[in-house]
């Protein structure tokens, strides 16, 4: 088991979450991973990370499948324009690569916005520190597991 999978199961356990990992083969877009799990494309919680222009940190926005970040939307919540996160910064504070940035179970705290067409279902699914792994987890424990400020930031 990977460095980072380890680290989100150990994040789960501590919150008293008994983790469901599963592998899924490559997907490459939320809806491969919706189809992968069976669940609604919504239901996919994708982890987009920007980069603070002034704090030169990472920046996390969880949101649903099918809803794209409004940048407007994200700099203003922010308090600062965003730009392009690249790996190298995304690995640095999250310790997970592209494609795999779980909600739980980074290196450095981060901070979060949390869309809230998330909360409207019981069950949603997220990446598990890899970008072949997901896990399913009731919804409403992401704010107190992330400590994400709900917003709206979609287009």
């Known amino acids: ?19 469901d990992i599963r592998e899924l083969g490559q997907t490459r877009t939320a809806q491969e991973a919706a189809t992968a799990v069976g669940c609604d494309l919504d239901q996919i919680a994708k982890s ?3 980069r603070g222009e002034e704090s030169n940190s990472a920046i996390l926005f969880l949101t649903a499948g099918g809803n794209r970040v409004s940048d407007e939307k994200a700099s203003a919540l922010a308090g600062e324009p965003l730009g392009k996160a690249d790996a190298a910064l ?11 940035v ?4 980074h290196l450095s705290p981060i901070r979060t916005f949390l869309d809230p067409r998330l909360l409207e279902f019981d069950t949603v699914w997220a990446a598990a520190g890899t970008p072949r792994h ?13 400590g994400a400020e709900t917003a709206d930031f979609t287009q």
């Open 48 to 50: 987009i990370v920007f």
């Open 134 to 146: 997901v896990f399913p987890l009731d919804a409403h424990a992401l704010p107190g597991l992330t």
């Open 102 to 105: 779980a909600p739980v179970g």
């Open 1 to 19: 088991m990977s460095k980072s999978l380890k680290r989100v199961r150990a994040a789960l356990e501590a919150a008293g979450i008994t983790p």
């Open 90 to 100: 995304i690995r640095a504070q999250t310790g997970f690569a592209i494609g795999g």
